[in-house]
């Protein structure tokens, strides 16, 4: 069996994939199939009407286009905020584009999705690819911004190609390029794909391989804003972000903030994996209890009892699993407990986990994908990842829980980039919270040792 029959019957399962009907008020994922994927579905479906609603070009009205601040005023009253997992609030970060910078402008989705426990925008790219341009072109509008980029997870080339087939689709439809649908608007948009590094997912490192450069983040400030892809004033913002911007311009900024809760906006998908019945991808609105989610997702595996959760994707720090039941899914909720909402990835552990061994596969990640820019991060990250596997394997030292929280506070603040503090981050959770594990192991070794002494 090949790859591609492999997937399809994966697919056909409805397992980790979007189109298996159990959404709440779903957005981006509504009435996807699977094979509807086309432009004319798509449109079908109500596609590129928020296009031309703003350029003015509405199917026999006479609406005059919407301004570039009225657009970007819609986005701030939406309280969209960015799914790429700082959840910052996307209608500011588009006003800090300087719109009369006089040369070339960029904007860049970020659909490089190298988070573990995250794989929703490879879902959108695939089933819904439309949504996206629709949202990139939006944006394109709003700050003004004539080149775009779509930078794809170089893991996922099939979902690259099925992208450069659905911008084929827009360019023959003259929904991109030269004077959109007859306007005075351009709009040039490109696919690249990486090479599967997760720290090209970083938004500075993203750009230096956007420029054939080694991945590597830069310095911040400047920020991209200013100082993005080849110097140039640059926006970056998520796959699914971009993707939530059709609805917003359709039905109005207030009527998305509504569908979430406060400072929360609209719909979030959810990539559910770990111990439960259903894995998959969940698109539900800001908000929604936990316990919900889980339901959803047919609850934890048979015969198993709620460990532990990481709720937002392999950095964001563990929260037990009694304490999440109490939870709501939106960014201030899980912040409050200590963690964050991050890319909602959410990674659910059973009472079979060994969190000591949890943490071990975590930190391998960590070390070996940091850049090695800086020395914190590049030995820090290796240091802790021995540290753990000294301890699971029967050989931890007394003095290891208070070397590892030493070393988290010697890496978390001092680097480059996050991916320092979020390899930082779990660590800290995981001795807070499951601290008689460690004890356990650490003490079994000690015993050991004194016997044989
Ligand atoms: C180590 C690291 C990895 C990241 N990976 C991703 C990623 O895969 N996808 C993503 O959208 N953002 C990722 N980010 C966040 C981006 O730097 C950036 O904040 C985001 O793309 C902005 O889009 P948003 O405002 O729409 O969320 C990562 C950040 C760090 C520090
Ligand atoms: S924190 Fe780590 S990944 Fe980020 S720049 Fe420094 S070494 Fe590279």
């Given at each position: 069996m090949n790859v591609d029959q492999i997937l399809q019957q994966f697919e056909a399962t409805g397992a980790q994939t979007c189109f298996h009907g159990r959404h709440i008020e779903p957005q981006i994922y509504k009435d996807l199939n699977g094979s509807n994927w086309r432009l004319k579905d798509y449109i079908?479906?109500?596609?590129?009407?928020?296009?031309?609603?703003?350029?003015?070009k509405e199917e026999g009205g006479s609406a005059e286009p919407m301004t570039q601040d009225q657009v970007i005023a819609t986005v701030k009253d939406s309280v969209l905020r960015g799914r790429g997992g700082?959840?910052?609030?996307?209608?500011l970060k588009w006003s800090f584009m300087p719109r009369q910078f006089p040369g070339q402008k960029y904007l860049v989705c970020n659909s490089d999705e190298g988070e573990p426990g995250t794989c929703k925008d490879?879902?959108?790219?695939?089933?819904?690819?439309?949504?996206?341009?629709?949202?990139?072109?939006?944006?394109?509008?709003?700050?003004?911004?004539?080149v775009g980029y779509n930078y794809i997870h170089g893991e996922i080339f099939r979902v690259y190609e099925r992208f450069?087939?659905?911008l084929q689709e827009a360019r023959d439809a003259g929904l991109l390029g030269q004077n959109i649908l007859g306007s005075h608007f351009s709009f040039q948009l490109h696919a690249a794909h990486g090479f599967g590094a997760y720290i090209c997912g970083e938004e500075t490192a993203l750009l230096e391989s956007l420029e054939g450069k080694k991945g590597q983040p830069?310095?911040?400030?400047?920020?991209?804003?200013?100082?993005?892809?080849?110097g140039k004033p640059t926006t970056i913002n998520n796959t699914e972000t971009f993707a939530a911007v059709p609805w917003i311009i359709r039905n109005g900024g207030q009527a998305y903030l509504e569908i979430g809760k406060p400072n929360n906006g609209g719909t979030k998908i959810f990539s559910i994996s770990g111990d439960v019945e259903l894995p998959g991808n969940y698109e539900i609105p800001m908000g929604t209890p936990f316990a919900k989610l889980l339901e959803l997702a047919g609850g934890v595996r048979k015969g198993r009892t709620l460990k532990a959760v990481i709720p937002g994707g392999s950095s964001s720090p563990v929260v037990p699993g009694a304490q999440m039941m109490e939870l709501t899914m939106d960014y201030d909720s899980i912040a409050k407990?200590?963690?964050m909402l991050g890319s909602g990835a959410v990674i659910v552990m059973d009472d079979s986990r060994n969190?000591?061994?949890?943490?071990?596969?975590?930190?391998?990640?960590?070390?070996?994908?940091?850049?090695?820019q800086c020395t914190p991060c590049r030995e820090g990250t290796g240091w802790m990842w021995r540290v753990v596997d000294r301890i699971w394997h029967g050989q931890g030292r007394p003095e290891d829980l208070d070397l590892l929280n030493s070393l988290a506070d010697?890496?978390?603040?001092?680097?480059?980039?996050?991916?320092?503090?979020?390899?930082?981050m779990p660590v800290r959770a995981m001795i807070k919270h499951f601290r008689p594990e460690f004890e356990a192991l650490i003490e079994q070794a000690a015993q050991r040792g004194a016997a044989h002494a």
């Open positions: 079908a479906r109500g596609g590129y009407a928020a296009l031309r609603k703003i350029l003015g700082a959840g910052f609030p996307s209608g490879r879902d959108i790219m695939m089933y819904n690819p439309h949504i996206v341009i629709e949202g990139m072109i939006i944006a394109a509008y709003a700050m003004g911004i004539t450069e087939e659905a830069r310095f911040k400030p400047p920020f991209p804003a200013s100082f993005g892809l080849y407990a200590g963690s969190m000591v061994e949890s943490l071990l596969r975590l930190s391998y990640f960590y070390s070996h994908e940091s850049c090695g010697n890496i978390q603040g001092r680097t480059i980039c996050a991916l320092g503090d979020a390899a930082a």
